[in-house]
């Protein structure tokens, strides 16, 4: 009985020391141009982006997101290399979550 206490609290922190790794992943962000955005991404997200414009690109991990203004609101679209939509969310929302402020470039 007198080990299992500290047994629980390794455990725990071994456990949430493992998923530090996966959210620094999913954060990592990298502002990129649209000339280094492959074909099919681009054709993917101008296909979704009708009517409204692309205010900047990023690469995560190995997708790519576009951030397209529309009616005044931002919507992220995270696209695999070979163009095809794994997400969509609202920017503003994540933004304000993360603290920042909304950039146009």
């Given amino acids: 009985m007198k080990?299992?206490?500290?047994?629980?609290a390794v455990a725990?922190?071994?456990?949430?020391?493992?998923?530090a790794p996966l959210s620094a992943e999913e954060e990592k962000e990298e502002s990129i141009s649209?000339?280094?955005?492959?074909?099919?991404?681009?054709?993917?997200?101008e296909a979704d982006a009708k009517g409204g414009t692309i205010v900047r690109w990023e690469k995560e991990g190995s997708n790519y997101e576009a951030v397209i203004e529309?009616?005044?609101k931002q919507t992220?679209?995270?696209?695999?290399?070979?163009g095809k939509v794994v997400?969509?969310?609202?920017?503003?929302?994540?933004?304000?979550?993360?603290?920042?402020?909304?950039?146009?470039?």
Avoid: C, F, N
Avoid at 76 to 82: A, F, L, R, W
Avoid at 89 to 100: I, L, V
């Fill in 3 to 8: 080990h299992i206490v500290p047994a629980i």
């Fill in 87 to 105: 997400s969509r969310h609202d920017e503003t929302k994540e933004h304000k979550e993360k603290g920042e402020k909304g950039e146009k470039y």
């Fill in 70 to 72: 529309k009616s005044g």
């Fill in 76 to 82: 992220g679209i995270e696209v695999s290399p070979d």
């Fill in 12 to 19: 725990a922190v071994l456990t949430l020391g493992s998923w």
């Fill in 34 to 45: 649209a000339s280094d955005v492959p074909a099919a991404v681009q054709k993917a997200v």
